[in-house]
Structures are given as C-alpha cells and as structure tokens.
C-alpha cells in the first residue's frame, strides 16, 4: 500500500522565510509537492500556515493544516475555521494542542533545525561588553515585545550592547541573509526573545545550536519543552522586571556558558525529526483511510448492528495499563465479534484489535477519553468507552442496539453517592462546581458517571463531545463538570442506564440488579492525592513522579 | 415568535380538586409578582380560583389518566408545566425548568424513589411484568410524571402519541407506560434531582396520595 499523495499549500514557498523553508523539507526529503494554491490531483492538501484559506475557500478534498500560533481577534476567528476544517492539525508548539484537540486529531511534530549549518559559536572570551541580539521583523500587531528592549537597552547600556536581525528594532540591526544567519548567532554572547505571541520562536533554538545562552519568556511557544538547564534563562511572558532579572543573571553567568549542553537541549527538533514525523503522520492518519475506500464501496449487504460497533479503551501509565489488560480481556470474551480499540501510547497486544498511538497529555488520560469521537474508527457508528478500570462480566451488546434504536448518548447515572451536581463540589473545585451549577441555574441535577458510555455518530454527537472536550480543558480536572456544561449546551438523546451498568466496587452503596459491568475505580491512577490544578500540569505530573519514586508502579488503590 | 409558557395540573373528581386548588394557589403565591406566570387548570366545571384558565372535559379514567397521557394535545402553551394534584410548589426556582426548555431539552423530569428491585413497584403485577418483558433495559430506571416539562415539539408529540398506545393496553398507571414508550421513542430528557419533585423537595414537595384521600 503506497502513502497518500501530498500537496503543500505555501502562498511564498519560493522565499527564504521559515514557513517557506519548512515547505520545502518535506519536498526535497518525502516527495511532496509545493504549490501556491491547492492542487486537488493530490490525496491531500496541506496549509502551511492556517491563513492559506484565505486563497483557497472552495476546497472540499482531505486537508490538514500546520498550526503556528494564534493572534487576537480576526485571525484567531480564521485560526479556529481551519482548525475545524482540517482532517489533521499540526501544531508547532505542544501549549496548542490543548486547544485544537477540541475540533479533532491535533499532534505536534518537531521543528526542523538545521544543525548542520547552525554549529557551535568558537572561541571563548567574551567582550567587556557583552552583544545581546534579538531577531525577526517587528510588526505592526506588537507581538515583538519592541518595548521590553526599549527598557532593557536603557537599563543596561553600561553593560551590554544590542544588536539585531532583521528589521523594526530599537537597536543597530542588520538584515542578514538567511544564509549568513548563522554568523549573527555566533556573534553573540546573549540572545534575548522578547516576543509575546510566537509559535516556537526558531530563534531561540537556532540560538541554542549555536551555543548561544538564551533569554526568554517561560510560556511562549515551545519554550515549556525545553530542557531546565544553566544557560536557558527563563522570565514571565511580558513582563520587564522579571525579564530584566533573568538578562542581569544571564550577563554574571556569560562567561561559564557550556556550549554543547544548549546545543544539545535543541537535538530533538532536527530537519529529519520534521519530515520522519510528517510522513508517519500522514501513514498513521490517512493511508488507512484513503486506501479503504473503494472497498467499501463494493459492499452492498447491509451491515448489522455489532458489524458497526466497537469498544475505545484508554490506558496512560502502567496502573492504567494493568487495568486495560482485564477490560480487554473481558471485552474479548463476553463480546469476541465487537472490536477493541486501544489508546495509548504504546500496544498493549493483549487482544486489541485497534492500537490509536497517542501523547500522554494529562496525568488522568482525560484528553484521550474526551477524544474519543475522533479517535475510535470512523467506520465504527457505535461506540462504548470503557474506562480501563472498569471490567465487563456480561455482554454489553445491549449497549449497540440501544443506540442502533436512535439514542444519542447512553450512560449511567452516577452511584447514591453523587447522584446530583450538588454532590460534585470537592476542596479543589468550588469555581468549577459554581461555573456548572450557574449554566444549568441548580445544582440539583442528576449526575452521570462517565466510566462507561456509548455513543452513536451523528452531527449532534460530534458537537457535543467538541464541547465535552473544549469544557474539560478550562479547568482539566474531572470530567463530570464539563460533561454536564457540554450536555446542557447540546441537548441530546440520551438514554440512562442504572448502576448495574457502572458499578463501583469502591462505594458500598447497594447495587440492586445484576451487575452487567464492574468499576475498580482509582485501581488506574498513577499518583495519590488532591492535585489542586490542572490535570496537565507540571504540578501533576510531579505528583505522578513523586508517586512513582516511592512506589514504582503500583496503584495507589493497593496502598490505600 | 414568543412562545407561551405556563403551568398546568388536572383534577377530576374532589379530592383531586381540592389538592389542585390548594397547589394552584401556593403556586402563585410564591411566585415573585412581577412574573407573569400562566395556569391552566383542566377539569370538569369552572373554580371560584382566579387568573385561572380552566379548560373544561369529561375524564371517567381511572385517576384521570386519560388525561394526563393526552396533556400534548390539551395544554394551551408551547411550554408546559405539569404538576400533580397533590404537589406544591416551595420556590420560584420551578420557573428554571422552561429555561431548560429553551435550552433544547425536550422534556425534564426527575427519576421516582422506586428504583431497583422496587423500579415500578406500585404497579399492578400483570402490567409491571409486561413492562417487564416489554423494555430493552430489563434494569430501567423509573421517572416520576407527576412534576414534568414539556415542549410542543415533534419529539414530544412522538412520545405522547406512543405514551397513549401503552396506556390503552391496561388503562390504569401512567408511569409503566411511560417507561415502555420513552423505550420506543428516544427523546432529550433533562434529568433532574428529587428536590424538584419528592417527598418534602425543596422546590416541589410532592404529597404522594394526597389526591386521592
């Protein structure tokens, strides 16, 4: 089977800008084809930068789309339309993703540095004053942060001198060809980003291959992925005494810079990174479904319910996992005709029939599960999600043929316990409890425990888990807020299932009926304990970590 | 277009009207009263009860269920309140069930107490074995019709006409019909807790029984 035909949509891919630049890797290194407009002879069209719409509004044909940061206002309106256009998005920073992953499968691939042209800067004596450069074309929007250099060149006239790249700075600048960009890194001692919106900034990591010490803001583009090493000075995005603090320390520490450790923070993001990553994208994500086709179109006999229907199963982390291997397992044997779909971020070749390759996003696997219209097959009309500590002990076909007869959404209510919204208000989560409590104007609406819900595929379904996901990522904690929020926004069919259907194994609360499908809730966690913040947050995963140092990987419900 | 909007409860026979007539008022007493808030009252002959519409029918079903499963058809708005007899209303927090309406919701309601092994238990033991037999979920969850919002769409006319063929096979309870119809006709139900319709609720404090006393 050959690999779908690509055609890249770069309005200048002739210039020596970077998109241009990127547009051309994946020419000379994976055969694709660059032109100014779409070409719909090719499978696939591909907008180098999400603007490309703007020439190229009739296109209907398979898209994806590169992602590199969003501005204010008109073009994050234009941002957030090719987003939901696009088959596939590629983001250039991870900090997008969270975003994106509302309106579909979003990856981020890394950026491609040249390494063979940006070497190391020789010698090591560092002037009396020492050459802080900053880089680009300032424009007219502001996001160059002209201003936090206008004070830092004041401020530390005596100590250092400014220099530039490109055009628009305060300071000497000279336009360097792209060519001869090497020779400004490797003039400087310090190189400074004072931008406020950037999707990497290349700068930064063209500097650091040079061995250059940076300067930057700790939020901006790809920075957060960049190694916590002496010589990358972090400082509060816009923010000029922080920024002022980091640039003092970075000038005390000049002359102590080890060069081939910040040349080798940058060694992820390479040319052959970059084109690799592209084409096992477009192999993951398209070449299935390209080549499936013309199959089925040759089949005429209508399919049954079951031959609709599959099983999506998360599993992050090794607790996750263990638990995934007793639900696929169960799965396999109440219903062997109803395929399983793993989503992790390795196979766990236990009888999967499926493995959807994914990103540990967040400590709880959240982004994963809210994914799940995108992500289980599109071929499948009739999805369960299963938590993976969740263990089925009865066929759950009944679950297909529900939603076969037109329901939308099937779910349980939630045990005794937390069976309102009143109940869901915990010591870390009183802003969202209000947030959802205000939306639905009561707190006493039923609750849904969402370890196990199948859906049918429709427009109203698609929307509804856009929201579910976009909810969840305002506070990334539980899902259960979001999912009421998303579900009162998008009213839908939903059928409710008691907790025979959901039952905890954790909660003693009487479970009358026959149980159809067992709950070893907190038998999947990774960490122990409140997170008070955001499930993808440094602050989590260091709970994660520190869980793990103790404890390897057991589950915290074996410790309890 | 201004849809209309308003509450309705049914009473045949007199205790069932003195019920209503006692809801009907707290009703409108808790009310803030600058809120226009229309009632229909749908019985036999006229009540001395003022700002009352009063739609007049015979109804010689047992529990004046026959009109009860014809309330789609009956009610004078396109946003109805329904409430038993024997109901009364303990907050203005009650008018937040048409907002759920306008929000694209179909019909809200609350589940009842039975549940379980007790799911429809006031039932007659033939028409509870049907339902039985009769539902693809043989562990349904049960709702409570006595407190319930409804829109005039084409869903809720789906569900009421569905509603009234079940309630034809035995005539008697509504909320086993109910269950076998809302399995046939899947449709956007708001589920809301038991303050909004049980004993001692604190938005509906439903007096089960009161009515027929």
Same mark, same amino acid.
């Given at each position: 089977m050959t690999s779908p035909t690509v055609n890249i949509v770069c309005r200048n891919f002739e210039a020596n800008r970077i998109l241009p630049r990127f547009s051309?890797? /994946?020419q000379i290194f994976n055969g694709w084809n660059v032109s100014a407009r779409v070409d719909t002879k090719y499978n696939i069209n591909y907008y180098m930068a999400y603007f490309e719409l703007q020439k190229n509004r009739n296109y209907q044909g398979k898209l994806i789309s590169y992602f590199t940061h969003v501005e204010p206002v008109k073009k994050a309106a234009l941002y957030n339309q090719v987003a939901s /256009?696009?088959? /596939?998005?590629?983001?250039m920073n991870y900090g997008q993703l969270a975003h994106l992953r509302t309106y579909g499968p979003s990856i981020q691939i890394p950026l491609p540095i040249d390494m063979s042209k940006?070497?190391?800067?020789? %010698?090591?004596?560092?002037?009396i004053k020492p050459i802080v450069g900053v880089s680009g074309y300032v424009y007219h929007s502001g996001r160059k942060g002209v201003p936090l250099l206008t004070k830092a060149m004041a401020e530390f006239s005596t100590r250092a001198l400014f220099r530039a790249s490109g055009k628009g700075w305060p300071c000497p600048t000279k336009f360097y060809s792209w %060519?001869?960009?090497p020779k400004f890194y490797q003039h400087l001692d310090i190189f400074l980003c004072t931008s406020l919106i950037e999707g990497g900034p290349m700068t930064t990591l063209e500097a650091l291959a040079c061995g250059i010490p940076v300067v930057i803001p700790a939020d901006l583009g790809i920075h957060p992925q960049l190694s916590y090493i002496p010589g990358i000075y972090r400082y509060i995005l816009g923010n000029y005494d922080s920024m002022a603090s980091a640039l003092a320390q970075a000038l005390q520490e000049v002359s102590k810079v080890d060069r081939p450790t910040l040349r080798e923070a940058v060694s992820p993001h390479c040319v052959k990174a970059f084109v690799e990553g592209h084409q096992e994208a477009i192999d993951f994500y398209f070449r299935k479904k390209i080549a499936s086709k013309p199959q089925a179109a040759v089949l005429d006999k209508p399919k049954t319910v079951l031959e609709q229907s599959g099983i999506y199963i998360v599993a992050f982390g090794e607790p996750a996992r263990k638990c995934a291997n007793r639900c696929i397992r169960a799965c396999k044997r109440f219903m062997p005709t109803v395929p399983v779909a793993l989503c992790a971020v390795l196979p766990l070749n236990v009888g999967e029939d499926i493995f959807i390759e994914s990103t540990d996003m967040d400590i709880g696997g959240r982004q994963a599960k809210l994914a799940a219209y995108n992500l289980a097959p599109k071929e499948w009309k009739y999805v369960l999600y299963l938590d993976a500590d969740t263990e089925p002990v009865e066929s759950l076909e009944f679950i297909f043929n529900t939603l076969a007869k037109g329901w939308d959404i099937i779910i349980c209510k939630d045990m005794a316990k937390y069976s309102v919204a009143r109940f869901m208000l915990r010591a870390d989560n009183k802003p969202e409890a209000t947030v959802t409590w205000n939306l639905m104007g009561t707190d006493e609406t039923m609750q849904y425990n969402g370890g196990l819900f199948g859906f049918s595929r429709s427009e109203v379904t698609e929307e509804f888990f856009r929201l579910w996901n976009y909810e969840? #990522?305002?506070?990334a904690g539980r899902d259960q807020g979001a999912l009421l929020r998303a579900l009162y926004t998008q009213p839908v069919k939903l059928f409710?299932? %008691?907790? #025979?259907w959901n039952a905890s194994d954790r909660y003693p609360a009487p479970v009358v009926g026959k149980v159809a499908l067992w709950h070893h809730n907190i038998e999947a966690r990774r960490w122990a304990g409140k997170v008070g913040d955001r499930l993808d947050s440094k602050k989590a995963w260091g709970m994660v970590d520190a869980w793990q140092? #103790?404890? %390897?990987?057991?589950?915290?419900k074996n410790k309890i | 277009m201004t849809l209309t909007k308003g509450a309705v409860w049914i009473a045949f026979g007199n205790p069932s009207l003195r019920e209503a007539m006692k809801a009907i008022q707290e009703y409108q007493a808790i009310l803030p009263s600058a809120t226009v808030a229309p009632v229909a009252l749908i019985c036999e002959a006229m009540t001395p009860l003022r700002n009352v519409q009063h739609v007049i029918r015979e109804d010689i079903s047992w529990g004046a269920r026959q009109t009860k499963v014809m309330l789609d058809l009956i009610t004078p708005y396109d946003y109805t309140l329904y409430m038993d007899a024997d109901t009364r209303v303990k907050s203005s927090a009650i008018l937040r069930g048409f907002k759920m309406l306008e929000a694209g919701w179909d019909l809200i309601m609350a589940p009842s107490h039975r549940q379980g092994s007790d799911v429809f238990g006031h039932i007659d033991q033939e028409e509870r074995m049907y339902t039985f037999s009769r539902l693809s979920n043989k562990q349904a969850i049960q709702f409570q019709a006595g407190v319930m919002w409804f829109s005039n769409s084409t869903q809720v006319a789906s569900l009421f006409d569905a509603w009234r063929e079940?309630?034809?096979?035995?005539?008697?309870?509504?909320q086993a019909a109910l269950a076998r119809a809302i399995d046939r006709v899947p449709i956007k139900i708001w589920v809301l807790g038991s303050d909004w319709n049980g004993r001692r609720g604190t938005i509906v404090d439903h007096l089960f029984g009161r009515a027929i006393i």
């Open positions: 051309r890797h /994946l /256009l696009a088959d /596939l998005r590629i983001a940006f070497t190391l800067r020789s %010698g090591k004596s560092i002037s %060519g001869d960009m969840w #990522q305002v506070y409710l299932l %008691g907790n #025979q140092k #103790q404890h %390897g990987h057991a589950s915290p | 079940e309630w034809n096979i035995f005539k008697r309870y509504d």
